[in-house]
C-alpha cells in the first residue's frame, strides 16, 4: 500500500471535500477521485459515503 493515498485519505477525511484535500496535497480534485478509487479498489470496499456536498 502506498503511503502517499493513506496520506490522501486522511486529507480527505478531516477536510471532507475534495476540493480541499486536493489543495492541501497538491494535486487536482480529479487526481484525488482517481487515488481514492484506487484505494476503496484495494480494500475492496466504499472507504467514505458521499453526500451532495461532503464526504464523510
Known amino acids: 500500500m502506498d503511503l502517499n493515498l493513506v496520506r490522501l485519505f486522511?486529507?480527505?477525511a478531516e477536510s471532507r471535500n475534495l476540493s480541499d484535500a486536493a489543495q492541501r496535497?497538491?494535486?487536482t480534485r480529479s487526481n484525488v477521485s482517481r487515488r481514492l478509487a484506487l484505494l476503496e479498489?484495494?480494500?475492496g470496499a466504499q472507504l467514505l459515503r458521499r453526500?451532495?456536498?461532503i464526504w464523510s
Do not use: K, Y
Open 10 to 12: 486522511v486529507a480527505i
Open 25 to 27: 496535497s497538491g494535486v
Open 41 to 43: 479498489r484495494q480494500f
Open 51 to 53: 453526500t451532495t456536498r
